[in-house]
């Protein structure tokens, strides 16, 4: 059972203007969420991350939102540049242990 | 620093084989954990090792079974291969159990025929 959802496979933006990337969740377990960003043929590497005690978190670019009434967060990237371009998976962890729940990802491609 | 390395990289095998995978994590990082990745299912959890022990374990067979040495390198042997084992088999590591940053290796594709 899929606990993590992102339910679009892909999604293309031109460059210069806002991505938005959604993952849901089912468990109410789950307190922290992270975002990961593959490149082909390499491991994913940590975007950016956000408590379930913050609705928003930003670090340059890159912003997490997180509504837990609605078990949804969403990740903006602004702008896109087309570096940006790769597959970006969020996951969620309850509050004890290492065990991370992944999304299936979202395929970024930012068009110049 | 050098980050986590995983060999071998690329495996091919035949369905009933058993095959074992290796990762080195990133020097001092004392947690491993292992990950399956395929097209439909994205990344599952395999389990987790930290200090030598079995910490954590995902919703895997019996024939998935991992260890971790002294060094904390960790190894992860999966026996009787199955065609849908197929898959990228990535590892991370973190300084300590519960860290919620992960650095993963690049990963074993593993075929099976």
């Known amino acids: 059972d899929q606990q993590v959802k992102q339910n679009s496979p892909s999604l293309s933006v031109q460059e210069g203007r806002i991505s938005i990337l959604n993952c849901d969740y089912t468990?109410?377990?789950?307190?922290?969420f992270l975002w990961y960003k593959k490149y082909p043929a390499e491991g994913p590497t940590f975007l950016i991350s956000?408590?379930?005690?913050?609705d928003k978190n930003e670090d340059g670019r890159f912003t997490v939102f997180l509504n837990k009434s609605a078990k949804h967060l969403s990740l903006h990237i602004v702008p896109s540049q087309p570096g940006d371009s790769a597959v970006y998976f969020c996951?969620?962890?309850?509050?004890?242990?290492?065990?991370?729940?992944f999304g299936t990802g979202t395929s970024l491609t930012v068009i110049p | 620093k050098a980050g986590v390395t995983q060999t071998p990289r690329y495996l091919i095998k035949t369905r009933g084989q058993q095959v074992t995978l290796s990762c080195s994590p990133i020097?001092?990082?004392?947690?491993v954990s292992w990950y399956q990745q395929t097209p439909g299912q994205g990344l599952q959890f395999l389990f987790e090792?930290?200090?030598?022990?079995?910490?954590n374990k995902g919703n895997f067979p019996g024939r998935f079974s991992g260890r971790q040495f002294s060094n904390s390198r960790s190894e992860m042997n999966v026996s009787t291969l199955e065609l849908g084992d197929s898959a990228l088999y990535l590892c991370?590591?973190?300084?300590?159990?519960?860290?919620?940053?992960?650095?993963f290796g690049p990963g074993t594709r593993l075929t099976v025929t």
């Open positions: 090792y930290f200090s030598e022990t079995q910490r």
């Open positions: 991370a590591s973190s300084l300590l159990t519960g860290e919620k940053g992960q650095y």
């Open positions: 468990n109410s377990m789950f307190d922290y």
């Open positions: 020097s001092g990082h004392r947690s």
């Open positions: 996951a969620a962890s309850p509050n004890t242990g290492n065990q991370f729940y």
């Open positions: 956000i408590s379930s005690i913050k």
